[in-house]
């Protein structure tokens, strides 16, 4: 089993439409979550980071983590074309294990 | 802040030449990630640096590869006697500490021809 799994996509939403992402992860030790947005040929951009279950929000853009269920969520409301990109969740161990560890990203694309 | 910075953002290497990648992360941040992204793959983490120290290098191929991250200057990821298969884009990321979220460069993009 893959420690880190995050559908593929591709995923296309009209704009204005609410957008949810999702991984799941398979180690209960893993404490520290983040959600980066990669735009083609770029970084990956950090929008998210949390280290406890519940809900962060920011902006459009709420984090939502479950480690009872190993589950981790990405929502944007009123999703816009500028939008479109990567998506990719990542999740570490946190203290001296400090790389990421990241899932296959998800392709969206918000239409006009 | 300039942020992380990464040089050069494109490089060709022959097969069997060496390539050096550079990273300067941002300014109070001593805490360095080398990742490989292959095309529709994932980052795939290779080494984690502290100033002087490698830290976690157990994503990184134990040939052809090192990684240093002087005292001063930037860190340096160099693939010796490069194949086709190393072409990829090499990220750094840089952050304060394991337990704080990571900022990447844009990325070097190695083409082996």
């Known amino acids: 089993q893959k420690e880190v799994e995050q559908d593929p996509g591709p995923l296309s939403v009209p704009e204005g439409a609410i957008v949810s992402l999702n991984c799941t992860y398979s180690?209960?030790?893993?404490?520290?979550f983040m959600w980066y947005r990669q735009y083609s040929r770029k970084g990956p951009e950090l929008l998210m980071y949390?280290?406890?279950?519940g809900n962060k929000e920011d902006g459009r853009f709420t984090a939502q983590v479950d480690k009872s269920s190993k589950y981790i969520s990405l929502f944007i409301r009123d999703s816009q074309p500028s939008d479109s990109a990567t998506y990719l969740c990542?999740?570490?161990?946190?203290?001296?294990?400090?790389?990421?560890?990241f899932g296959k990203g998800t392709k969206l694309s918000v239409k006009p | 802040n300039a942020g992380v910075m990464q040089n050069p953002r494109h490089l060709v290497r022959r097969r069997g030449q060496e390539a050096r990648l550079r990273c300067s992360p941002m300014?109070?941040?001593?805490?360095v990630y080398w990742y490989r992204q292959l095309p529709e793959e994932g980052l795939k983490f290779m080494v984690y640096l502290q100033k002087e120290n490698i830290i976690d290098e157990s994503g990184m191929p134990k040939e052809r590869f090192s990684a240093e991250f002087p005292k001063e200057g930037p860190s340096i990821l160099r693939i010796q006697q490069v194949v086709r298969g190393d072409s990829a884009a090499y990220f750094c990321?840089?952050?304060?500490?394991?337990?704080?979220?990571?900022?990447f460069g844009s990325g070097t993009r190695l083409t082996v021809v």
């Open positions: 180690n209960s030790a893993f404490q520290y």
């Open positions: 990542a999740i570490n161990y946190g203290g001296s294990q400090g790389n990421l560890i």
């Open positions: 300014k109070g941040h001593s805490h």
């Open positions: 990321a840089s952050s304060q500490g394991s337990n704080y979220g990571y900022t």
């Open positions: 949390t280290y406890s279950s």
